[in-house]
């Protein structure tokens, strides 16, 4: 049975429907494509993850709980009694470290570090060797009296190879002021994940070659 | 003292700033007798190597007498010496490997933290060039401050003229490093794109090195000619298909090096190109790699890239399925300047190479900025620029 065909009504409402039509079906289609690439493909379910091999202080978590956690390696060129011992001699650590101003040792271990702050301000801490091994490694901690909590240590061991000596920084501190006090600290630079890089070059640079590099043409 | 000072994207001056002092021990301060403009500088000049600040000294092919010497310097005062433009402390695990460019000591701590976000490790300290190389005041002055003296500058007979040697600071051994980094054997086919004072340098080295034939590409008249005065033959990309050109010349194999002599700014007619060139000037692509690209195609399956041209950033549309697929090897790098001075200075002396034939202008320092518009500009006829700090202002000889 011949059913007429609908004649096809071009109306104004009509081409607005067929155009929302071919809009919504481009939409879909391209919907479908996002679909197809974005989706993940149906595969096993997650594994369970195990322990890597890197060190902790590369995990991309990188606070934990009020402590934030920074650390860092370098290859010297140059024995390891000779590094432990320049490190040892705490007074020497001004020579490389940036925002150190100077480190007092006193008897039992104490160390008094006066270390340069955002905005010209100093701040003094006081730290307790904790651990020592002769030739391997430092670890010290805050005292109650110091202004920043903070814990860390300093390993040494043998590159392969005869590469000289692998110095591992590992510093735990609480921000002052918390995440806030961090961010101001990173934008001058004075963060502890920013100065121990480049502390540490300083280190390398010394020993390694006598002097600290600078592009300054004049001494003062 | 009077030094070319970067002021930004094509304008440079000569302006007046402290004479430098011994800062380290190891230091030393060399009177400039003798510097040069490399294209590398023109690379600065257009404003497309990130980290060069308006103050900056440029320069970075110079040599000069000793005036001054660090108590740990082995130089003594009145010694005639050419300084690479690499700093090299010669003491830390790349200096020992001779990987001089590599050197972990030389930029200073604070300006390594930009290029070791861009490369994954910081890059040595450089003279004259942008702060991601330590941003060191440069050799197109009246005197330098020689970090490492000790490590770096090569004393120089005095009866060799400064013309003879200068170009030990960066341009000849780059040429060298490059002609070695292709790893020519006999029978080999050579192909050098860009036929610059680098390219130059590179076909006379290959040819030094056993190569049966180097053919030399550019698309300025002159600097063919120059290539081909030293031996090798030429391609105009302007006038010829370069990739059908190489075939053709080496029997439908293809040639078993290629040196890219050309870096980041390249020319060149392809569309490829010629989007990166949009990029660049919009900047939002550093390098500019139809040369590579051309060169990547054209060599053999099997065979050697070398890549002595500088660049600083990413490509777009690199061919690594044409390196993968063809087996190539890959070398490049900042010139290892240090490694290859005894040897080279030698070369000079017997008389096996000269490199004074690309030399085309000789300026006092004080029209620098002159020459930098010329070697810019007029790259067909003015091939070198030797700058000399004592000439008066507007003498020039050509």
Known sequence: MDQPHPTPRWTADGRVLATAAAALGLGALAGLAAYGVLAPSPRAPEPRRIPDDAPGRTARQARFGDFAVTGRSVTINRPREEVFAFWRHFPNLSQFMENIESVREEPGGLGIWTIRAPLGMTVEVRTRIVNERPGEQIAWRSTPDSDVETEGKVSFRDAPGGRGTIVAALVAWKPPFGALGQTVARLFAAEPSVQSRRDLKRLKMLLETGEIATNRNRKA | ?398
């Open chain 2, 1 to 398: 003292m009077r030094a070319l000072t970067y002021h930004g994207k094509h304008d440079v001056r000569v302006d007046t700033h402290p004479d430098p002092e011994i800062v380290n021990p190891r230091d030393a301060i060399i009177e400039v007798t003798s510097t040069a403009i490399c294209g590398s500088d023109l690379h600065l000049y257009n404003g497309v190597i990130p980290g060069v600040l308006s103050g900056d000294i440029l320069g970075h092919e110079f040599m000069g007498i000793v005036v001054e010497a660090g108590p740990k310097s082995t130089l003594r005062k009145g010694q005639r010496v050419v300084v690479p433009f690499t700093i090299s402390c010669g003491a830390c695990f790349h200096c020992r490997n001779e990987d001089y460019s590599a050197c972990d000591n030389s930029n200073p701590a604070e300006k390594q933290d930009a290029s070791e976000a861009l490369y994954g490790q910081p890059m040595a300290g450089l003279f004259g060039y942008s702060h991601l190389t330590g941003g060191y005041p440069g050799g197109q002055a009246e005197y330098v401050r020689v970090p490492f003296s000790d490590v770096g500058p090569i004393v120089v007979p005095d009866g060799l003229e400064d013309e003879r040697v200068l170009f030990l600071s960066d341009i000849l051994p780059t040429g060298w490093m490059a002609a070695e980094n292709a790893d020519i054997r006999g029978g080999d086919t050579v192909v050098v794109f860009g036929a610059g004072p680098v390219g130059l340098f590179a076909v006379q080295s290959a040819l030094v090195m056993g190569a049966e034939q180097v053919i030399a590409i550019d698309h300025y008249p002159h600097r063919l000619e120059l290539a081909r005065g030293l031996g090798a033959r030429i391609i105009d990309f302007t006038q010829t298909e370069v990739l059908d050109a190489l075939l053709e010349m080496t029997g439908g194999q293809g040639p078993d090096a290629v040196i890219d002599a050309v870096g980041m700014e390249s020319h060149g007619m392809r569309p490829d190109n010629l989007a990166d060139t949009v990029k660049q000037k919009v900047g939002m692509g550093a390098d500019r790699v139809g040369a590579l690209r051309t060169a990547i195609m054209a060599v053999r399956k099997g065979g050697r890239l070398s890549i002595p041209g500088v660049y600083g950033g990413l490509a777009d549309k690199f061919p690594i399925g044409a390196v993968m697929e063809k087996g190539l090897t890959v070398r490049t790098g900042q010139t290892h300047v240090q490694r290859y001075l005894p040897d080279l200075l030698r070369r000079i002396e017997e008389g096996e190479i000269d490199t004074t034939f690309l030399i085309s202008h000789r300026l006092s320092l004080e029209d620098a900025p002159a020459g930098y518009r010329n070697f810019l500009y007029n790259q067909n006829l003015w091939t070198k620029v030797v700058l000399k700090p004592k000439w008066e202002k507007g003498r020039m000889q050509a």
